[in-house]
Structures are given as structure tokens and as C-alpha cells.
């Protein structure tokens, strides 16, 4: 125990100090220190579920007070906090199904070989099962068909036959905690795959001889940008520099250095060059439940450029991103004032800033983010897959339970 | 001893034998700044405790080295070292992951200078400091990155041993009125080889310093290539150290402040030949708390954002943070707000406070737990916490620390300083630029010195319990329901306060400098105004002495003494010649003030030899003159200085005429008879002479006839030459 405390310690140290930046790489870590929370914390006989939701909830508090603007660390901790919940029903579901479901069980041999692995079964297998026998199923599961939720309460059930008959508390336990942990793996290799993910979309989106803006840097747009030219599809990129941090900068040397053609334009020329733009794509770093985007600044402007010629504005984000709340107050909350020194140069300015003198009335605000309201967006590109704005509360609710959204 | 070293747990213990592996980032912090500025509130609190934005400095000092990378911290404590050990052991420090904080203890510190020789005296027992160090002091806000700086500073020293410091500056432009930084501090003149940055002159303006010029010594220029002088930047006070510089304040024991002694000493000092570089940062923010003004510049930079991450809405040590909404205000999520208040922009309010109905507040800090009553009016003020300011109070530009109560109607006018637990009365108007404490102001105080801390704190403890009796038997100075005393300015400093101040330079301060500018330029317009001029070597020392004729005088009187002496004991020419001569060095005159002098002496002895007539006196002088005709002679070589003796004399007859007067041409006589002086010297000054004042012609009257003689003489002679030139 003594050895997580010093982790999480750590880590909150990290993110109050704003070492940490990049929403995938919180995201990430997050989620590797929230498994070894898991995997240290000793669960008592009797309601065992309670116990991890409350370890985990208790660290999650932490990190999200560390850094409250970094939204990808209370994403995270709301989806392992529903990934235990769901393990949890599903457990107790398929202890009582299992007496009732026994002779249902008339799998084959796949079946037979998960019943000796059971606890290798993937747990985001049982908690989609779960998530499709206890709950409303979602649009989308309906629209798949799903094969999968109709055999595999079985499967689970099947597989539980064997022990639960004579399952004592201590191996339910530690089933939990197990499959709470392949959860978690679960969740952290589709933290990490999501940029492949949502690339592999990209052939789709964009086509041949088209021109592209970008503003800020985002690895997912640079995976999505690669991808699309590794198909041989030919195109164009302008690439906003992201005043003041100009990211854009380093986005326009990768491309360039993958064989793109890349321009790169100031800020403030988005809306001379949007009308020879045939697609918007930004990344997002955090996307809210109303559809609206936080994003690099600048990215309002170019939003509204879009609208104004009537270009698709199309946002990549990680499923990780998609964050549970609404946003109240975007502008002011959701954001972070950093240093004007990125503005402008302190000794330049400094008889500005004399306040003793009567002349210090120079102020300087350095906003990180911009919030992009979800009118103005045309479509989000998930790991799962394009959707609409006003589809995000629908995704967000196959993600968390209700129960975490205010921790 | 007061000395005792605080270790941390066990585990810290174990940590030490990694040390030897890779080389430790170590800082040192001067948890105390050795002067009095921020008195009467540090005479209860240490300054590193004070709050600035509601966090103590030190939190930033050290939330900045630990995110810098430093692993061990240092933290000397002098002044109420207890309160300090007893706030780091409490806070998040003393169990922090990545920063070993440890503190030192001496009460017998009075300045920097001490603090760094007994941190050397501590290091031969335990060898604490094993390499490069930082050296900062506990006021410091900053959010530069350390281990680059570091990294260069230990290349340089490989590269040159004598490397010892590195000084980390800041451009920022000081008033071109007040020739002041913005922090309060004067302005700095610094000069710095613009290729190796190594620093080759540091200089605290003082404002009265003639305008704005700066005295570099030749051998500067003679020695650089280039020298590039600025007067833009500001010290930071973040040095890394090599350990030699330890053991140079050992060497040194007057060394007491760092930068008037010991930079200083550095720079003058040829003979070890130690180095010291620059490092200029950009992009970085760094300053030190070292005066009020510093304090309300620093706290609005907080609030501005560059010291970002080191700001109030982050929780950077433990501190709670605020919520910052629209138009940078900063509060807590606890506040009790009434609807009719109105916080303006870039405030701070912290957590548990209550504002009542329309009270304005603006560009103010206030503290935790404050309750602020209605229709207050606080503008570009400091509350800290715990203060109680009851209704229709105003307050201006002031600081009031912990505990203050401040009946309705009070008024603070700008500059005022609350101490701890005042209270001020009733409807009382704190006058401007006053400082208030429940102490008395302490009588006896080091006035030239800027030490503090000869009381440690027991004596302080001793003031506040006795404290209460004191002030029920005595009418407080802030109104019939008020506590504490109005502390007196101390003299000379009164016109200093509101360079200092929290408050604003007011209007008519820098119009009547405005006008004093305008006033000088007019009187002399060869002067060109722009600071930062160069003036040539020469001109520096005329300018550095004293007056010319105030040496003079000096001189007189000991070449005086030392041909009295001469006479008496009778010592030889020669040794007398040696003495006047090693005078003449010291106090940089030219031969013909010798003369002059020396003449002046054995004429002053002669007449104060006992004489009853004209007579008597020239046979006096007469003998005199025989006897030491060769040490006279000695420095009559050239024309101008028989003049200078000549005219010595007539000032001196002029001073005595009834003594000396008669005698004159008697005496000029003698003086040519023996050679002293020759015919053309006495033909010269006849002829200066001629032009003078009637006043001034009475000798030259009386010794007429032997310039007449005289000229017969020489022309006789001329005639001869020219005969003789005409025979070749």
C-alpha cells in the first residue's frame, strides 16, 4: 500500500505542476495508476465492489482536484469506476442466472475451453453482456445486430456453472478483482490503440486533391493526416501555427517530414484562407456531453469560419475525451490561464507592468483553451466509429453510470 | 549553542549513501533577509512566512526548487527559527517525495555573509554540500528551470576553475524619474563581456547618485574587447555556486552582504582572479520580496499570471485553490458574497471570508476567514487573514496582517502597515505611509547597518505577554477603542517611505521630480540626461575626492609637523626629503605644493621663534633658511615652483604684515643669495604681478628696487650672451 500512496503522491505532484500534458498521456497514466490502486487494495469479504468503487473514487478525487481542467483524468477515473460496477452485476446477474440458466448451457466446445480459462474471459465481454441484459440496449448495439449479448450471458453463466454451485466468497473476490483489472488492460489498450483507431478512418474522410486545416497539434490529427497519405490519397494541408504556443509549428515539420504538403498559416488567417479549404479537422482535448469541443484556442475562430463558407468541421477524439458533463460556464472553468511570458517578453513590457510608478495597467490573458459550441461542429471521429454532435449524450451513457458523474 | 541540525526520519538516512553515485542538486535558502524593511510585521513573524496571494513565500521558494529538480534544500533559519521549523514540519515539505528539506538553526547570524560561514563550519563536521549549489533566499518567487543553468555552470567551472558564480538576471526597465526597478530596489548598473557574459561590474545606483552616470575603471576597457553596460536589468538574487564560494566568505569574515561585499569583493579582487558569469533569463519569471514595494509588485504578477504555475487557482503546496473566474478575479468557493458588492478586476478573495453589502473592492488581496462589514471601500490593499474590518471603513494601499480589527469609520490612508492584532479606533484616519504595531518601535537601533535580529525570538514572546498591561494603562495612539502604536520614522528615511510603499508613487511626488529634471537641464545643459552615460577615468576622480583644497590644507599641517620635527631633533636632509616626499605620495600633490608647504613651514617656525624685532625675526628666518636651504631646494628645481614659493610668501606677509611684511624684500633677497630662487623665477612673478589689483602690488612696490637691480643684472647678462653669441 505504502508504495501506491507514494505513486498516486507522485503523480498528483505531476499534474499540479502541469507536468503532464497531452490528454492522451494523462489519460494513460491515469488509468495505469488507478490498476495498480485496484490491484492493492484489499477487498473484504462482504461487499467487495463498494470497497474498490470507494479506493478508486478516493485516488480519482485526488488526481481530479491536481488538475481540474485536465478532463481526461475524471474521464478515466468514471470509467474504471464503471467498468467495476459492471463487473460487479455482472457477477452477482450471473450467480443468480446460473442456478436458473444451467441447463440453458448447451454450447459447444468454445464454450467448454472458456469454462477452463474463465477468469482469461474478457471482462469488457461480460460487461458488454451485462450492459446489454440490464440495461436499455444502446442505438447502437441494436443497430449491430449484437450476436454477441444474446450468447454471451450464457457463456458467462455457463462458465460460472461449474464454481458457482460451489463458490465460496474468497474466489468471487477475486474474480472481481481480476475482472476488474482485464478490464482496466481493457480500457488501457484502447486508450493507447485509439489513435490507430480513429486512422483507419481516415480514407473515408478525406479524398483526393482536397485541401485540409488543421490549427494546434494533435498526434491524432497527425495519424489521421498520415494514414490518408499512406493510401496514396493526395492532398493538401494548411496548418494554422497556434499562436502563442505554435504548436502548429512542430504539427507542419512532422507532416512535412512524412511527405505531405504543408503550409502553415498564421491564426489570424484562417478566415482569408478557409474558402480554399475543403475539410476542418482538429483534435479535441476534451469533448463535452452536449456535443461541444474544448479545444486549442483559436479553434472558436476557425469554427465559425467553417460555418460562415460552409466547410465541414470535423473533430478526432479518443474515446478517452469523450467527457460525461455539461459544460457550464466552457469559457472561464474549462480553462487554463497560463503565463503571459508566451505572449510577450517581461523585460520589453516591464515599464508597463510598474505598478509603483501609476503605469502598471498592461494586462496580459493567455487562455490555453477555446470552446467550440456543438452547433458548429459537423461530425466527431471516435474510435468507434464518425458521429453526430447530438449523438455524444448516447455514447457517453454506454461509457459511464450515472452514478459516478459527480464524484 | 542555538546550532542544532535537524535530520529528517530514518529514511532519509539510507538516501545518503546514494549520494556518492550521481551529484546531488542542492540549494541553500536564506529562510531570513537580514534587513528591517518589512518591519514592524516581521518582528512577530518570520518574512518567509508573510503571505503573499494568501500562500507563505517560502511555499513558492520551494514548490520552484522542487519543480526545478533540486533534491536537497537547506533552509537556514535565524530569526524566529521556531516558528519556521514548526510551519515546515507541519506542511506537505518535510515528507515531500523528490525535495529533502532541511533546516539549520543560528541565532548568532547577522547577516548572509554569517549565514554562509557557518554553513561552512557545518559542512567540514557532516559534509553537506558536496559540489555546485543554489543560493537563494526565502523571498524569492521564480518559475525559471534550474537544472540547465546548473549544467552550464558546472561545464564553465570544469572548463575554468575560477568560474565560482553564476548570476541569474532579468531585464526589466527601471523609471526613468525615479531611477528606480520596479520592485522598489534601485536601479543596477551592471557591465558584462557580451561573449563570455561574465560580469565585470555591478553597481547599486543610489538615486542621488549624480545623474545616472556609472564609473567603470580603465582597465576594464583596456582589458575586454567589448564591455556591454546596462542599466535595464534586475538582479534576481538566484546565484549557483561553486563551494569555493563558501570558503571565500570564510576567508573573508567582513564579508556580510552578498552582493555589496562579496560580489563586489570579487570583482576588485585580481589577486585570486574568481569569476563571475551572468545568465539572463527570457521567457522565465524571477524576483525577490524585498521591500513593500516588491511585495505589491510581486503579488500583482501572481495574480497576473507570470509566475504561472506558481499562481492561486493551482494547488502548488498544499495550498487550497481558488476558482479564478472572469476578469482574473480569484476566489474561493466559500465565499459569502452580498449581491450589492462589487469585486472588481484582478482580486483575490480567500476561503471562509464574508463581504457585506456595497462594499467595493478592487485589485486587492484579502485573506482566509476575513469579515468585511458594508459600504467598505478597499482599493490595491493586502488583508490578510483572520481580519475583521467593520462598516464604512476605506483603505487604500495598505497592508494589514493577521488578527487586525479596524472599527467602523476607519479610514487607511495610502502606505499604511497594520501590524499583528492592532485595532484601529472608531473613525481614526491612519496618516499615510505609517506603520503600526502592538510593539514599540525598538529604541535602540542600528541606524547605518541594515542588521536585525540581535533579539531572538523569546525576547519577542516577552513583548507580547507584557504587552496587554502596557496597553491598558496607556491611551492608544489609534483612537479611544484602538491597540497599538504608531511607530515614528525613523530620520533621513522619511522621505525614502514612498519609494518603498505599497502604495503607489503619488502624483505630486513624481511631478516635483518631474520639475527637479527639468530644473537641473536648464541649469546645465552639457549634461545629456539619458542614464547609463560613461564618464572617462579621470573625470571619476575628481568627481570621487573630496575637496582639493581640504587636502591642501591637510598636507600643510603635516609637512608642517615634520619640519618642526626636523628642526628639533635635528634629522638630515635626506630623511626629512624622504618623509615630505612619501606625503606628497599619499596625498597626490605635485612638487610645487611641496615647496610651497615646506616654504610655508620654515617661515611659520621662524616666526614663532621668541623675537623682539623686524631684525631679530630676519635673522631667525635667515638661519633657518642657511640651514635648510637643501631641502627647499630639493623641490625648487623648476621655475613654477620658485614661483609657487615666492607667492606663498606674499600670502603670507599678506596674512602677517606687520611681522613679516617689512622683511619681504629682505628676505627675497636672501632666498636668491642662496640660490633658492632664481633671478628669472622673481623677474616672472614680477611680471604676473604687474597686471594685478593695486591691493595686491604693495610687495612688488616695496622689492622694486631689487627687481630693478635684478633686470639691470640679467640684462647686463643677456647682452653678454648676445656678445658672446655674436663673437661665435
Known amino acids: ?407 | 549553542m542555538g546550532a542544532q541540525k535537524k535530520g529528517g526520519g530514518g529514511a532519509r538516512v539510507s538516501e545518503d549513501a546514494e549520494e556518492q553515485s550521481h551529484q546531488r542538486l542542492q540549494a541553500i535558502l536564506l529562510a531570513d533577509s537580514f534587513a528591517t524593511k518589512f518591519r514592524p510585521v516581521t518582528l512577530e513573524r518570520p518574512k518567509v512566512l508573510l503571505p503573499i496571494v494568501n500562500v507563505p513565500m517560502i511555499d513558492y521558494t520551494l514548490a520552484w526548487l522542487e519543480y526545478a529538480g533540486i533534491e536537497e534544500v537547506f533552509v537556514f533559519c535565524c530569526a524566529h527559527s521556531i516558528q519556521i521549523i514548526e510551519y515546515l514540519e507541519k506542511s506537505e515539505w518535510y515528507s515531500h517525495p523528490n525535495l529533502v528539506v532541511r533546516t539549520i538553526e543560528s541565532h548568532k547570524s547577522i547577516s548572509a555573509g554569517d549565514a554562509l560561514r557557518y554553513m561552512y563550519e557545518q559542512q567540514t563536521e557532516t559534509s553537506q554540500i558536496q559540489g555546485d549549489f543554489v543560493l537563494v533566499s526565502g523571498d524569492t518567487v521564480s518559475n525559471m528551470p534550474l537544472a540547465d543553468l546548473i549544467q552550464e555552470h558546472r561545464e564553465r567551472k570544469k572548463k575554468d576553475e575560477k568560474a565560482i558564480m553564476t548570476m541569474v538576471i532579468k531585464q526589466s526597465k527601471s523609471s526613468s524619474l525615479t531611477h528606480q526597478s520596479r520592485l522598489g530596489t534601485d536601479q543596477l548598473f551592471i557591465a558584462v563581456d557580451p561573449l563570455t557574459k561574465q560580469l565585470l561590474h555591478y553597481e547599486e545606483d543610489k538615486i542621488d547618485h549624480p545623474r545616472g552616470s556609472v564609473c567603470l575603471d580603465k582597465s576594464l576597457l583596456e582589458s575586454n574587447p567589448s564591455v556591454l553596460v546596462c542599466n535595464d536589468m534586475q538582479d534576481c538574487y538566484i546565484d549557483i555556486c561553486s563551494p569555493e564560494v563558501l570558503s571565500l566568505f570564510e576567508d573573508n569574515f567582513d564579508y556580510q552582504h552578498l552582493r555589496r561585499h562579496f560580489v563586489k569583493g570579487v570583482l576588485v579582487d585580481d589577486i585570486m582572479g574568481y569569476k563571475i558569469f551572468t545568465h539572463e533569463i527570457h521567457s522565465s519569471y524571477a524576483a525577490r520580496i524585498d521591500n513593500f514595494r516588491s511585495y505589491d509588485t510581486v503579488s500583482k504578477d501572481i495574480i497576473q499570471r507570470w509566475t504561472f504555475p506558481y499562481v492561486p487557482d493551482i494547488n502548488f503546496s498544499g495550498n487550497r485553490p481558488l476558482k479564478l473566474g472572469r476578469q482574473g478575479i480569484y476566489r474561493a468557493c466559500d465565499v459569502i458574497q452580498s449581491r450589492s458588492a462589487d469585486v472588481g478586476a484582478s482580486s483575490v478573495i480567500g476561503y471562509g471570508t464574508k463581504i457585506g453589502d456595497g462594499d467595493k473592492i478592487l485589485n486587492s488581496v484579502i485573506g482566509n476567514g476575513c469579515s468585511i462589514g458594508s459600504n467598505v471601500v478597499i482599493e490595491g490593499s493586502y488583508i490578510w487573514n483572520n481580519v475583521t474590518i467593520e462598516d464604512g471603513c476605506e483603505i487604500r494601499n495598505a497592508i494589514v496582517s493577521d488578527g487586525v480589527k479596524i472599527r467602523a469609520g476607519a479610514v487607511l490612508q495610502p502606505g499604511v502597515v497594520l501590524s499583528f492584532n492592532v485595532v484601529v479606533g472608531r473613525d481614526f484616519v491612519v496618516p499615510a505611509y505609517s506603520k503600526v504595531s502592538l510593539l514599540q518601535q525598538p529604541t535602540t537601533e542600528d541606524s547605518d547597518e541594515e542588521l536585525e535580529y540581535a533579539d531572538s525570538s523569546s525576547r519577542t514572546a516577552d513583548h507580547l505577554s507584557g504587552l496587554n498591561l502596557q496597553m491598558e494603562s496607556k491611551a492608544s495612539e489609534l483612537g479611544p477603542d484602538g491597540a497599538g502604536y504608531i511607530w515614528e520614522v525613523c530620520e533621513g528615511a522619511h522621505d525614502e517611505e514612498w519609494k518603498h510603499s505599497v502604495a503607489p508613487i503619488p502624483e505630486d511626488k513624481l511631478a516635483e521630480i518631474t520639475q527637479a529634471i527639468d530644473d537641473d537641464d536648464t541649469d546645465d545643459e552639457s549634461v545629456v540626461p539619458t542614464s547609463g552615460e560613461l564618464k572617462s577615468d579621470a573625470d571619476s576622480i575628481n568627481t570621487d575626492m573630496n575637496d582639493p583644497n581640504d587636502d591642501y590644507y591637510d598636507f600643510e599641517k603635516e609637512v608642517e609637523g615634520t619640519v618642526l620635527r626636523a628642526v628639533e631633533e635635528n634629522i638630515k636632509v635626506d630623511l626629512v626629503t624622504l618623509e615630505i616626499n612619501g606625503l606628497r605620495l599619499s596625498y597626490n600633490m605635485e612638487s610645487a605644493d611641496c615647496a610651497g608647504a615646506t616654504f610655508y613651514s620654515m617661515m611659520k617656525l621662524a616666526v614663532d621663534t621668541p623675537h623682539n624685532s623686524a631684525s631679530e625675526l630676519y635673522k631667525n628666518a635667515a638661519s633657518i633658511i642657511t640651514k635648510w636651504k637643501e631641502l627647499l631646494g630639493f623641490y625648487v628645481k623648476k621655475i613654477d615652483e620658485q614661483i609657487e614659493v615666492i607667492m606663498k610668501f606674499e600670502e603670507m606677509c599678506q596674512e602677517s604684515p606687520k611681522e613679516l611684511g617689512p622683511l619681504f624684500t629682505q628676505i627675497l633677497h636672501l632666498l636668491y643669495d642662496k640660490d633658492v630662487l632664481q633671478e628669472d623665477a622673481i623677474l616672472r612673478w614680477a611680471e604676473e604681478k604687474a597686471g594685478a589689483d593695486e591691493a595686491d602690488k604693495v610687495y612688488l612696490k616695496q622689492c622694486e628696487t631689487f627687481i630693478q637691480w635684478l633686470k639691470e643684472a640679467s640684462e647686463e647678462e643677456d647682452e653678454d650672451d648676445e656678445d658672446e653669441e655674436e663673437d661665435d
Do not use: W
Open chain 1, 1 to 407: 500500500m505504502p508504495d501506491v500512496q507514494s505513486m498516486v503522491a507522485e503523480f498528483v505532484n505531476k499534474l499540479r505542476k502541469r507536468k503532464i500534458e497531452g490528454s492522451q498521456a494523462t489519460a494513460k497514466c491515469t488509468v495505469e495508476l488507478l490498476r495498480s490502486v485496484i490491484s492493492h487494495q484489499r477487498v473484504p469479504h462482504a461487499n467487495q465492489a463498494a470497497a474498490l468503487i470507494d479506493a478508486v473514487k478516493a485516488v480519482g478525487q485526488q488526481l481530479v482536484a491536481a488538475n481540474p481542467v485536465e478532463l481526461a483524468v475524471g474521464n478515466v477515473v468514471r470509467r474504471v469506476l464503471h467498468i467495476i460496477r459492471e463487473e460487479d452485476l455482472s457477477l452477482t446477474t450471473a450467480a443468480m442466472a446460473g442456478l436458473d440458466l444451467l441447463d440453458a448451457s448447451d454450447d459447444d466446445d468454445i464454450d467448454n475451453c472458456k469454462g477452463i480459462g474463465y477468469p482469461a474471459m474478457s471482462a469488457a465481454v461480460v460487461a458488454a453482456a451485462a450492459r446489454s441484459t440490464l440495461r436499455p440496449p444502446s442505438l447502437q448495439t441494436l443497430l449491430e445486430g449484437t450476436p454477441e449479448s444474446a450468447t454471451v450471458p450464457y457463456t458467462s453463466s455457463s462458465g460460472a456453472d461449474s464454481e458457482s454451485k460451489t463458490a465460496d466468497k474468497s474466489s468471487l473476490t477475486r474474480k472481481l478483482k481480476h475482472d476488474v483489472i482485464e478490464g482496466v488492460n481493457q480500457l488501457i489498450h484502447e486508450i493507447s490503440g485509439c489513435h490507430e483507431q480513429i486512422a483507419e478512418q481516415a480514407i473515408e474522410h478525406i479524398h483526393q486533391n482536397e485541401v485540409i486545416l488543421t490549427l494546434g497539434s494533435s498526434r491524432t490529427v497527425l495519424e489521421f493526416l498520415c494514414a490518408a497519405k499512406e493510401k496514396k490519397r493526395s492532398f493538401r494541408v494548411f496548418v494554422a501555427e497556434g499562436a502563442p504556443r505554435y504548436q502548429g509549428h512542430l504539427l507542419a515539420k512532422e507532416l512535412v517530414a512524412r511527405g505531405l504538403q504543408t503550409t502553415v498559416i498564421t491564426d489570424s488567417a484562417v478566415f482569408a484562407m478557409i474558402s480554399r479549404v475543403n475539410m476542418v479537422i482538429i483534435g479535441a482535448h476534451a469533448v463535452m456531453a452536449n456535443g461541444g469541443v474544448i479545444g486549442p484556442v483559436g479553434v472558436n475562430m476557425a469554427a465559425l469560419a467553417a460555418k460562415k463558407h460552409a466547410v465541414p468541421f470535423v473533430v478526432l477524439a479518443g474515446s478517452h475525451k469523450l467527457c460525461p458533463l455539461y459544460p457550464h460556464n466552457p469559457e472561464v472553468l474549462l480553462n487554463e490561464l497560463r503565463s503571459p511570458s508566451e505572449l510577450l517578453d517581461f523585460g520589453e513590457f516591464s515599464d508597463c507592468l510598474d505598478f509603483g510608478a501609476g503605469s502598471g495597467s498592461l494586462q496580459v490573458v493567455n487562455p490555453t483553451f477555446d470552446y467550440v459550441p456543438p452547433n458548429l461542429v459537423s461530425l466527431f471521429i471516435t474510435d468507434t466509429g464518425g458521429h453526430n454532435p447530438s449523438y455524444m449524450y448516447r455514447l457517453i451513457a454506454d461509457y459511464y453510470s450515472a452514478d459516478d458523474l459527480v464524484m
